[in-house]
């Protein structure tokens, strides 16, 4: 099994710009679940999904921030237009089932200039 | 609300002997799963070992166990034998009613030679 695959690993990018973060689940995963880490906040939840329909938001933090499913192999974390303060490490986990043990994937480093 | 708290911020321990990782947490959920996850320097996301609210016996992986105290409101891991390998950061976890974890701040593990 591959694991959760992120993509890119890292990414640099100016201020103003739009970042684009993806994620592939681990096959037959039902949940995805986008996190972000940093040194001041630690492990914070983004937003997850369960079987493709967003099921709770609440930790995005503005409108800057959207995610999408289009479908059960396929995830992206959009930020538009990015800023210093969304520098950080950016993970996507899944899982299946009712123990919700979650994989994480490699992680992508964000940092914005 | 769920909140999980981990009071050391650094341990150390001696190689071939045991750690222990102290974390509480507190939840108005009847139902709800304590997880421990490890990240190396490298940065990835390990899951390590699981307990469930309901289980009554202590959830064991290999060198690792978790000594649940439901009373007491705490999931503490420990590690047997410890191996230079093992240094890293832990970090406990929780999840309920919902399915998105709530991390600890995380203990920093250094296994001297």
């Known amino acids: 099994d591959a694991g959760v695959i992120q993509s890119p690993r890292h990414e640099v990018t100016e201020m103003g710009q739009e970042v684009t973060l993806r994620c592939k689940p681990i096959s037959g995963h039902n949940s995805l679940f986008w996190y972000r880490q940093t040194m001041m906040r630690g492990l914070e939840l983004l937003i997850y999904f369960n079987n493709n329909v967003p099921i709770d938001d609440s930790g995005m933090p503005e409108d800057r921030f959207s995610a999408k499913m289009p479908n059960a192999s396929f995830s992206t974390l959009k930020i538009q237009p990015s800023e210093p303060r969304d520098s950080a490490v950016y993970f996507c986990a899944s899982s299946f089932g009712t123990i919700n043990e979650q994989f994480f994937g490699p992680g992508t480093r964000l940092t914005v200039l | 609300a769920q909140k999980i708290t981990q009071t050391q911020p650094g341990m150390f321990v001696q190689e071939k002997e045991a750690v222990t990782l102290d974390c509480t947490y507190d939840t108005s959920d009847q139902s709800y799963g304590l997880f421990w996850y490890k990240q190396p320097s490298s940065g990835e996301m390990i899951f390590l070992i699981y307990?469930?609210?309901?289980?009554?016996q202590n959830a064991t992986e290999g060198r690792y166990s978790l000594n649940f105290q439901k009373a007491r409101k705490s999931a503490n891991l420990v590690i047997s034998a410890s191996q230079l390998g093992d240094s890293a950061m832990y970090f406990c976890?929780?999840?309920?009613?919902?399915?998105?974890?709530?991390f600890g701040s995380g203990t920093q593990l250094t296994v001297l030679p």
């Open positions: 976890a929780m999840d309920g009613s919902a399915r998105q974890l709530t």
């Open positions: 307990q469930g609210s309901y289980d009554e």
